[in-house]
């Protein structure tokens, strides 16, 4: 059986995954300026999205060891489609647009969490030799940097061509994509996931002092790339005073294309070069970065640091996976789906601290990021405790 179709399904789920969770930052200055919200309430809206997504990753570690991938898969890309649409219907169309944006943001954010939930186990299910494991992670979740390349490219010269009125179009031409990857979900092969009693419980899997590691490298790690994803646009427009188009372009994408090279990268050497000093040296340049973006009183190296820090953080989430998946072969959906929620927690949590200091600090977001340093810093000091010699081997 050939599972080609497969692949590129679960290819297509995470650049959807990367317009459902990518689309909104970029019109936080326009839901400002439209509608009054403060950096609290637009932080607020990123919490939201992850904290259902966590809470929908925890419900469906059951539902998954009971359905299959299918019906996950499903209604992961329905509830992406629906959760666009309402995005740009609901504020035009209620009276507290701010109470249309949180509808539409849960619904989309249960489509994230089953995404998040079934995509990359799926992609550890599927025939792949045991060496090339890591590799094929790593390339899996490149798609979603490329994702969220297109979404901010494509969505700023909409924006800068329509206009900013215009803004409530853009989620619904994206809303056609994961309609699309419903329709191929339906008809693709799915590999088997691992049964009950092959796999290790979620009890012992958390009785691991060593799993308990890599659940705090997945917190650190989605903190360290989501605090830089989701605010550099705003910052780069009021902090340091660039255009939309030019700021868009230059900070937000470029961050995500060095995040898709640099998992590109590590999907090439994976195997090469040991996990405990790649991992190391990216959270050490990731915490360069961030002192860059704030305190560098230039904004060409404020962007150079915001462009870089996704090459830093390109490796911390799928890196942890591979890692994890190759220490704990026999994890299953529980492992994948345990580290996805304490990385979705580490997603709502840098975001919020930064727009919780950019609110009630001198200086705004350059504050907020420099205080979301702790975040890589604790990375390092987490992989030293790991103690991985041998090079990767998943």
Not at 231 to 251: H, N, T
Not at 356 to 381: Q, S, Y
Request: with cysteine; charged share 10%; glycine share 10%.
């Amino acid at each position: 059986m050939t599972y080609t179709a497969t692949r590129r399904g679960a290819y297509s789920g995470l650049v959807v995954q990367a317009i459902t969770n990518n689309l909104s930052p970029i019109l936080f200055i326009i839901f400002q300026e439209s509608f009054g919200f403060s950096y609290e309430r637009l932080g607020t809206l990123v919490v939201i999205n992850f904290v259902i997504q966590v809470a929908v990753m925890s419900l469906g570690i059951i539902l998954v060891e009971k359905l299959g991938y299918r019906i996950p898969a499903v209604t992961a890309q329905g509830c992406a489609t629906l959760g666009l649409v309402l995005l740009g219907a609901l504020p035009m169309l209620m009276q507290n647009a701010y109470a249309g944006l949180v509808i539409a943001t849960a619904i989309g954010a249960v489509g994230g969490g089953l995404s998040e939930l079934i995509l990359s186990p799926m992609m550890n299910a599927l025939p792949t030799p045991p060496n090339q494991k890591a590799s094929a992670m790593s390339f899996l979740h490149s798609f979603f940097s490329w994702g969220q390349a297109g979404t901010i490219l494509i969505s700023t010269l909409f924006l800068y061509l329509a206009g900013g009125a215009r803004w409530w179009i853009l989620p619904v031409l994206w809303a056609v994509i994961p309609l699309l990857n419903m329709v191929l979900f339906m008809l693709v092969p799915l590999p088997e996931h691992i049964g009950q009693k092959e796999r290790m419980s979620v009890k012992e899997l958390f009785l691991s002092p060593l799993f308990l590691v890599f659940i705090l490298l997945m917190v650190c790690g989605a903190a360290s790339e989501l605090t830089v994803a989701q605010w550099a646009s705003l910052f780069i427009e009021r902090g340091l005073g660039l255009s939309k188009v030019l700021g868009d372009i230059a900070g937000p994408c470029m961050f995500a294309v060095m995040m898709g090279v640099g998992r590109i990268l590590y999907s090439v050497l994976s195997g090469r070069i040991s996990y405990q000093v790649y991992m190391a040296a990216s959270a050490l340049l990731c915490v360069v970065c961030y002192l860059l973006i704030a305190l560098s009183p230039s904004p060409v190296f404020s962007l150079i640091g915001c462009a870089l820090s996704g090459l830093a953080t390109s490796v911390m989430w799928p890196g942890t996976l591979s890692c994890a998946a190759a220490r704990f072969p026999s994890g299953g959906t529980p492992m994948f789906g345990s580290l996805a929620i304490f990385g979705g927690l580490g997603c709502s949590l840098g975001p919020w601290v930064a727009g919780v200091v950019a609110d009630n600090a001198v200086g705004g977001l350059r504050t907020g990021i420099l205080v979301a340093t702790v975040f890589p810093a604790a990375m390092i000091l987490l992989i030293l405790a790991i103690g991985i010699k041998r090079k990767q081997k998943a």
